[in-house]
């Protein structure tokens, strides 16, 4: 339809250009020239029946046809310099110093100057910031990738697998709608995608459109909400009247939250009204559209629940998916993608490399090949190794290792008994990982040393004697130091903080000490980007009640420091001989060093990968 419109307006535009200039060449053609000197001479006979003199021209009408022609023109000249010409008897006549060149561009460069000037200042009115950002104030910020833009299939993607068999019915719908319309189904209105950050939502979403090949239109909730009111919910209805237009297609708001606040009776105030108008308007365009026509709307957040909910009752966002941390499956075949591109050793055990990247999303192990390929450009070697892999992960973890940290004699000797306090703990307990690997070289997060530990595989439930080992592996830092040196020091600070965190989780949430009872005494800390506050929990139970929660948690701790001091003392001299060897070599290995080797090791437990004397 706009295609013919443009026809139509060329068409009367040419047809228009055409008859005026017809009607100048007749014009034209109908006019005779004259010398003025000739003027003079129809003058002087009485042949011209009327003119019109101008500052530089005469125009007129004979009184007889001349050549056919009846109407005449004539440069003028002065009557002076004319009256003095006519007595030589020399045809003379009058003229301009600007030609019809000049006249023209003194005509049309102005309007050419002119035009270009007025489009560069309307361009950047429509796509600039600021004041002249008005004109486009509310047009959609969305960016549409086509399938060939997106370049995103779902074997792009890895490690979320019950994700992407959900999505793939919404690719199937978008290339065939017959087969559900014909029982009466449709595609749900609107999927949010839930989950940690870089756990490859976004990836998800372009994948979707990849596989069904149809226009992607994808904006951030932040980019709705502008300081004028109303221009969130334009906005919002540009958006989706530019997805009608293009359906089938994918509309895609990442980080949802910052439009779908849930709204409150004050939010009203304070600037809160902008964001609740555009709400509301994106609440209305959910109830307005209808889904057979071809549009899904995806959306991304990572906190949802701080979202309103009527955005999440059905019949708006009718699903939601969770897309969470992958498993040590799921971590090995993001691995794979990720190592597609990269040249990596023949001996690299991607599963191992998958044992030790606990809690690892794939925003987190896509930096991890890079970082490995990173460190195998920088030794100038010609594959990625399984050893630049381990130090990659130990650069995530714990940071890049600070050589030019000199530590005194007597605080390298501290740091190497602290964390063979730790590595013999972990190997002599029955439920805890096996050691990796332990170092004292100080790291740039603060550590002076580290204990890493590999789980044998991903833990979902824990028990109460498990939780016990790992009290007692974190506390088992600072027995070695009281048993070797008489004294403790702040090195087991952060062991001791996770301590105190495990043992009144046990009291207060899972009800596991018998003197406190079975109940839940606090709730879940507010979590917030996968992290939780620390000291921000509401008491809701009584002082005598807070008194035997502290002495319970207090009688936690102190078993397992006491059962660490124990386990220290049976093996000391294993303690004493592998710190010798951790002070001469600096990092040690279980190969090693036989006595931190796990030889029937327990059901594992999750363990913070590393365990930092600071």
Known sequence: MDKQKKFNWSFWIMAGLLWLGLQLWLGYQSVMPLQYSEFLSYLEKGKVAEMTVTESRVEGRLIDA????EFFVVQRVDPDFAAELEQYDVAFTGGSDQNWLTTVISWVVPVLVFAVVWMFLMRRMSGGTGVGSLVNIGKSKAKVYLETKTGVTFDDVAGVDEAKRELQEIVSFLKDREKYSRLGAHVPKGIL??????????????????????????????????????????RVRDLFEQARQAAPCIIFIDELDALGRARS??????????????????????????????????????????????????GRFDRQIAVDRP?????????????????????????????????????????????????ATRREGDQVTMADLTAAVERIVAGIERKSRVLSPAERKRVAHHEMGHALAAAKVAHADPVHKVSIIPRSIGALGYTMQRPTEDRFLITFPELKDRMIVLMAGRAAEELIFGE???????????????????VTRFGMDASVGQAVLEDKPGQFLGQYGRGMVARDYAEETAREVDLAVRQLIEEAYLQAKSILSEHLADLKAGADLLLEHETITPAEFAPIKRIAPGPPEMQEPVRAAQ
Do not use: W
């Open 66 to 69: 001349v050549d056919g022609k």
């Open 327 to 375: 498993e040590r499956k799921g971590r090995a075949a993001i691995l794979a993608v990720h190592c597609k591109g990269v040249a990596i050793a023949a001996e690299v055990d991607l599963d191992q490399v998958a044992a030790i990247t606990t809690g690892f999303t794939g925003a987190d192990l896509a930096n991890l090949v890079n970082e490995a390929a990173i460190l």
């Open 488 to 506: 403790i020091s702040t090195g087991a600070s952060d062991d001791l903080a996770k301590a105190t965190d495990i043992a009144r989780e046990c």
């Open 265 to 314: 009776a004050v939010s009203g105030y304070g600037g809160g009204g902008e964001k609740e108008q555009t709400l509301n308007q994106l609440l209305s365009e959910l109830d307005g559209f209808d889904p057979r026509v071809g549009i899904v709307l995806l959306a991304a957040t990572n906190r949802p629940e701080i979202l309103d909910p009527a955005l999440l009752r059905a």
């Open 193 to 234: 995608l839930v989950g940690p950050p870089g756990t490859g939502k976004t990836l998800l979403a372009r994948a979707v459109a990849g596989e069904a090949e149809v226009p992607f239109f994808s904006i951030s909730g932040s980019e709705f909400v502008e300081m004028f009111v109303g221009v969130g919910a334009a």
